[in-house]
Each structure stands twice: as structure tokens, then as C-alpha cells.
């Protein structure tokens, strides 16, 4: 407990720092305060895994529902974990960025303040706590998304964060205190002990309240639309941790609630989840895969990852409300290792992003090209998470998906013909999002980093600071790490589980050494095997040249350009051709709008002097659904602007109708 709490003096005394201190100091006081801050926290919560005994301090109040609590088990250590994963890096990533954009004091004191309220979410111990850093976290990172609101483009997506942001919360709330009633207490000690006698109309409610609330927070169709916007307004650093840190705790949040709380459910929870997971992972992919702002295609790859973590919570809670405990428990281990992959490379290549962007002075992937010769460490780390996020062995990301892929096998063998179909379906969207996973990422590294530069910044990109390329290797090596080590994660995974009820844990670690093995021995898998087979034939290729003296010398020869003189950057592939197979197959989804205007000779019409083609992807979902019900709500807000009338005892008079009203619902109900 001394360790988390000097995490969060850290945190504090950063964000006092950035307001007092000007230039390089609050920079690096910012940079060492959030670093320490997070390592201390994540110190703080290994022990607690490991041995499974609980830490819990009280702040009382003159009010008990008011009284800030903090706890930590075994589910809460496991993110804090999680968010030092991303947090330490990022702080690190942060100083170097900073130093090219200097932010405002303000905007550098938030840094510290979101990583606080983000470390306080997991600590929460009653339903105040939670809310107080729940709203502090979106506030926080409200903050950071908006910067000094000098960009429209901020500043929209601004509007549309906070309005999901605030959304959820109040879903949020309106399950806690439906909890909260029902066991008299706001300790989710005492909500605990009542969780399994609830009604099933009030858990069902409270289940759909939790999903809105914290899937809206993780990004789910069709509550992400908030995400692409949000990401690429924010700093790369800040986005980092949006989408590896802030985005899984609407998981945390989700478990703590339905598992923790309620106790589980019926199967028709995990049917939900499940459904909304796969259409989130397809939908993420598919519109990842046409984007050519980077980080807006980073964006929705973190509403594909975060829908394949939700595929394998649903998963369990369909294994849950079977009563088989064990599938259960390895489901949800695959979804939390998941969860912990996503944080480590897309972290990373968050980073990746904003140093191409500062290097080449655009986030348009048609704009660069050739960064590899300019930028080699850089390209070498965004290429290790490319292939983490592609499932790539023996990469982290093969093998949480790996996991999640035996957890749906296993679940093709439940009795109900049913559910073994869902499941088969559920294996076929998550080999395809793989499929359109991989393809996204040939692009993502292929358009900016190969062939020739495609624009002056391009041409004069420079490798960015010590400080940021520092970030991108710590967070490499977490991938490649994850990955080689599996059987070293799993049991940290089980005993982030222990104590949520109707799991069986017994079975719930896959076996340990070089072979991790499914569920009933149906497949095995050995990431170190992987590695060392793939070593080994680098080595035989390698020692084959040499034995046969194959001629190394260096040859020079011009690229065939289709037999024109000069190759030059407008015969490259573009980002858009390279998508354009998958744009055809996909049009019903896409509905891209087209725009051919050809420029014609004036004295005929048979010669073409310019031609210029547009298209672009309808977000049809948005427009058709979110503006309708903006158009819907849009007279309500007038008639709130009218009642700010600047008038302070008109606004007292309010808050005295308000609480007669609320007395008379009180006293009727």
C-alpha cells in the first residue's frame, strides 16, 4: 500500500510540477514523475497477484457512502499491471515529444492526472471511488484530446468524446446504484455478498446497463464512433494510452461489475457479448483497412482488438452461465492476455505513428514513403508491432488470439446445436478479421516506410529523439517478450481470476515449459520452439550462402518501371490501390462515394489534358443513426441554452424544484 500511494504523490506532484515549472524542467518532471509513478503502482500490484492477499485502505466520511475506499485484488493488480505496461513508456515517449510541440502548462499537467484517476479506477473499492476517477479519467483525457482547442478538428472530436463519455457514465451509475439499492450499501464488499440474490429482471438490467456504460469506454459497436476521431486529435503518447490502457479498463469495468458483483448470468449474456464482439472485430478491420490517416486506421484496429477481447469474454460467459468453470476461466485468461497485448504493441505502434508524423510532418500515408532509409529504427519497431497485431509468430499477439481460437473450439462441443453453430461462426469471423488484420498492416508499414518518398517531408524525414525511439524499444521488446513467454503469463492470468465466482481454476493454466496445451489436449503450441525453428533457418540460409559462395557483392540496377525511363513515386502503390480489391468485395459495407471530373482538351474532346478521381468511405452508420438522433434531441438543447439565463437565483430556484421533485417521486414510489 505504501508503494501505491507514493504512485499517486508522484502523479500529483507531476501535475503540480507542469503548472509551477516552465520549458524543459516541467517536461522531464513530468516525464519522471508519470514513469516512477507507474512502476511503483505496477510494483505494487505483482505482489498481490502472486501471493492473492488484498490491499484495501479507507478515507472515512461523515457520509459512508461518500468514503473513498481503495482496494486491490488479484482483478485490479492485474491492470495496474497492465497500465504501467503502456504508462512507463509513454511518460518516457512524452518528454521527447513534448520537447518539438510544447504544450501548454495546462495541457502538461493532465498527463499525470489521467495516469492518477486511471490507477484509481482498479483501486476503487466502493461505488464513489469508482465514479470520482471514472469521470476523472474521462475529464483528464477529455483534456489532453482537446489541447489548447485551437484546432476545429480537436475540438469536434472533443464534443464527441465527452458526449459517449458522459453517456456511459450515467449508464454506469444507473447500474451501480441499481446495485446499490437493492443491497443497501455502496462497498462492493456488501454489494458482493447480495450479488447472486438479485432478481433476474434487475440483473438483466443491470448486465445491459454495464455493457452500454463500459462498452461505450471500450469502443463496441456501435458505441465506438467517438474512437477515430478522438485518437488521431489526441498526441501520439496520449493516444498510446487511450487505446492500450483506457480502453481495456472498460473490460476491468465490465468483469468487475458482471462476474465480480452480479455473479454472472444467464447464457444469453455471453451470446450478446459475443455477437457484439465479432461484429466490432469485422467492422475494425475492414474500415482499418481503407484508411490513409494512420492514426485514424490505428484507431479502428483498436475497436478490431478490443471486439476480439470482448469475443473471448463472451466466450466465458457463455461457459458461465453452462456452469462449466474451467473453459470459463481459460476464456477469460485468453481475453485478459489479449487486453495485455493490445496494450504492449499497440502502444507501440502509436509511437511509431506520431514519430512519422513529426518526422514527415503529415499523418496522410499517400504523402510519405521511403522511411525506412530515413527512420530505420523506427521502421524496425513499428515492424515488430505490425507483425505482434497480424498474429504473427512467435509474437504476442499469435498467442492470446491463438488461446481465444481452442476457447471457441472448445465451445463447438457444447451439447446445444445452437451454440455450436455460434461458435463455428464466431471461429470464421475471427480467422477473418486475422485474414484483413494482416493485409492492414502489410500496408500500414509498406506505404510509409517502403519505396520512394512521395512528398518533401518525406525527402527530409530525420530519426526523432533518443527519448521516443527509448519508448519504441521498451515497448518491442514487451511484444517479443509476451510472446516467447506464455507459460510464464498464464498463471498470472489464473490468478488474476481467483475469486470471481463459478470459476475453476484448477485446470485454468495452460501447461507449463516449452508447449502451451489447449483445453483437453485438443492442440498444442511452442512460441520458443517457434522462435528457435525460425533462428535456425535464418542461420541454415545464411551458412548455405556461404557454403556454396554465393556472390555477395553488392549489385546496382535500375527498377523496371513497365519500360518508362525513370521510375518515379507516382508509380508506387498507393494506400488506396492497395485497398481497392477489398473495397469492391466490401462496397454494400463501404458505400464509398465516387467523384471522376476529367479535364479535356479544348480543341477535342478525344484528347484528355487531366483527370482527378475522389472517393471516399461513407461512415453510413454515423449518418444514419447518431445524426438522426442528434436531429431528434436537438429541440431539447435549444430549450436548455434558453434556461441559461445568467441568473443566479434563477438557478437556485431549479435546484429547489429539482429536490421537491425528486421528494415527491421519492415519497409516491
Known amino acids: 500500500m505504501n508503494l501505491l500511494l507514493l504512485a499517486l504523490a508522484l502523479y500529483l506532484a507531476g501535475a503540480v510540477g507542469a503548472v509551477v515549472l516552465r520549458g524543459s524542467s516541467a517536461r522531464w518532471l513530468v516525464a519522471t514523475t508519470a514513469a516512477c509513478g507507474a512502476c511503483a503502482a505496477a510494483a505494487a ?67 499525470p492526472l489521467f495516469l492518477l484517476s486511471m490507477t484509481l479506477v482498479p483501486l476503487a473499492g466502493n461505488v464513489f471511488t469508482f465514479l470520482f476517477a471514472w ?36 449508464m ?38 454495464a455493457l452500454l456504460g463500459f462498452g461505450s469506454k471500450a469502443g463496441l459497436v456501435p458505441l465506438h464512433v467517438w474512437l477515430p476521431k478522438a485518437h488521431p486529435a489526441a498526441p501520439s503518447h496520449i493516444s498510446a494510452l ?41 467492422k475494425g478491420a475492414l474500415y482499418a483497412l481503407v484508411e490513409q490517416d494512420l492514426k485514424r486506421l490505428l484507431a479502428f484496429s483498436s475497436v478490431e482488438n478490443l471486439g476480439v477481447v470482448f469475443m473471448g469474454l463472451g466466450i466465458g460467459l457463455i461457459f458461465h452461465g453452462e456452469g462449466l468453470g474451467e473453459p470459463c476461466a481459460l476464456a477469460l485468461g485468453a481475453a485478459l492476455y489479449h487486453a ?18 513529426q518526422a514527415a510532418g503529415t499523418r496522410n500515408l499517400e504523402a510519405m514513403g521511403g522511411l525506412i532509409k530515413k527512420m530505420p529504427q523506427t521502421a524496425a519497431c513499428f515492424l515488430v508491432g505490425a507483425a505482434a497485431i497480424a498474429a504473427l509468430p512467435p509474437l504476442n499477439g499469435f498467442v492470446s488470439e491463438w488461446m481465444i481460437f481452442q476457447a471457441l473450439v472448445a465451445g463447438a462441443r457444447l451439447p446445444e446445436p445452437l451454440m455450436a453453430a455460434l461458435m463455428g461462426l464466431a471461429v470464421g469471423a475471427l480467422a477473418l478479421t486475422g485474414g484483413l488484420a494482416a493485409a492492414c498492416f502489410v500496408k500500414a508499414f509498406g506505404i510509409p516506410f517502403l519505396a520512394m518518398p512521395r512528398s518533401r517531408g518525406a525527402e527530409q524525414a ?83 550462402l556461404r557454403l556454396f559462395k554465393a556472390d555477395r557483392r553488392l549489385r546496382v540496377g535500375d527498377t523496371w518501371g513497365c519500360g518508362r525511363v525513370a521510375l518515379t513515386p507516382r508509380m508506387e502503390y498507393t ?53 438522426t438522433l442528434f436531429e431528434m434531441i436537438r429541440p431539447l438543447s435549444e430549450i436548455g441554452r434558453r434556461l441559461h439565463s445568467g441568473s443566479v437565483h434563477l438557478y437556485l430556484s431549479y435546484i429547489v424544484a429539482a429536490l421537491l421533485l425528486l421528494l415527491l417521486l421519492e415519497r409516491w414510489l
Open 45 to 111: 500490484a505483482l505482489p498481490v497477484i502472486l501471493t492473492g492477499r488484498s490491499l484495501t485502505l479507507a478515507f472515512a466520511s461523515s457520509v459512508a457512502s461518500l468514503s473513498l475506499v481503495l482496494h486491490l485484488d488479484p482483478l485490479g493488480a492485474f491492470f495496474v499491471i497492465l497500465l504501467g505496461v503502456v504508462a512507463a513508456p509513454a511518460a518516457v515517449y512524452g518528454a521527447g515529444y513534448d520537447a518539438s510541440h510544447t504544450p501548454a502548462r495546462s495541457a502538461s499537467a493532465m498527463l
Open 135 to 170: 469521470e476523472g479519467m474521462a475529464l483528464a483525457s477529455y483534456f489532453l484530446v482537446i489541447g489548447e482547442g485551437d484546432s476545429p478538428e480537436r475540438l469536434a472530436a472533443g464534443r464527441w468524446y465527452t458526449g459517449m463519455a458522459h453517456a456511459g457514465f450515467a
Open 172 to 209: 454506469i451509475a444507473a447500474a451501480f446504484f441499481l446495485l446499490m439499492e437493492r443491497s443497501g450499501g455502496a462497498d462492493f464488499a456488501t454489494i458482493r455478498t447480495l450479488g447472486g440474490s438479485i432478481g433476474a429482471g434487475r440483473a438483466n438490467a443491470i448486465f445491459l446497463l
Open 242 to 282: 487511450m487505446s492500450g490502457a483506457m480502453l481495456p479498463l472498460g473490460v476491468y469495468g465490465f468483469l468487475r461489475v458482471v462476474l465480480d458483483l452480479l455473479g454472472g448470468g444467464p447464457s444469453w449474456w455471453g451470446i450478446l457479448l459475443l455477437v457484439l464482439g465479432a461484429l466490432s472485430a469485422l
Open 340 to 357: 495485455l497485448n493490445h496494450a504492449a504493441f499497440k502502444g507501440l505502434l502509436f509511437f511509431g505513428a506520431g514519430a512519422v508524423q
Open 462 to 544: 530525420r530519426e526523432v529523439s533518443l527519448p521516443m525511439r527509448a519508448a519504441m524499444f521498451l515497448l518491442a521488446g514487451a511484444c517479443v517478450l509476451l510472446g516467447l513467454l506464455p507459460a510464464a503469463v498464464t498463471p498470472l492470468l489464473a490468478r488474476a481470476l481467483q475469486g470471481l465466482p463459478g470459476l475453476d481454476l484448477r485446470g485454468a493454466v495452460f501447461r507449463l515449459g516449452l508447449e502451451m496445451e489447449a483445453p483437453g489436449g485438443a492442440s498444442r503450441i511452442s512460441p520458443p520452439l517457434l522462435a528457435l525453428a525460425l533462428a535456425m533457418a535464418i542461420v541454415a540460409i545464411i551458412a548455405g
Open 575 to 627: 494506400s488506396m490501390a492497395f485497398a481497392e480489391p477489398l473495397r469492391r468485395v466490401f462496397a454494400g459495407l463501404y458505400r464509398p462515394s465516387k467523384d471522376l471530373t476529367i479535364g479535356f482538351h479544348p480543341d477535342s474532346k478525344y484528347f484528355v489534358r487531366s483527370m482527378a478521381y475522389r472517393s471516399r468511405i461513407r461512415s453510413w452508420f454515423e449518418e444514419s443513426v447518431y445524426r
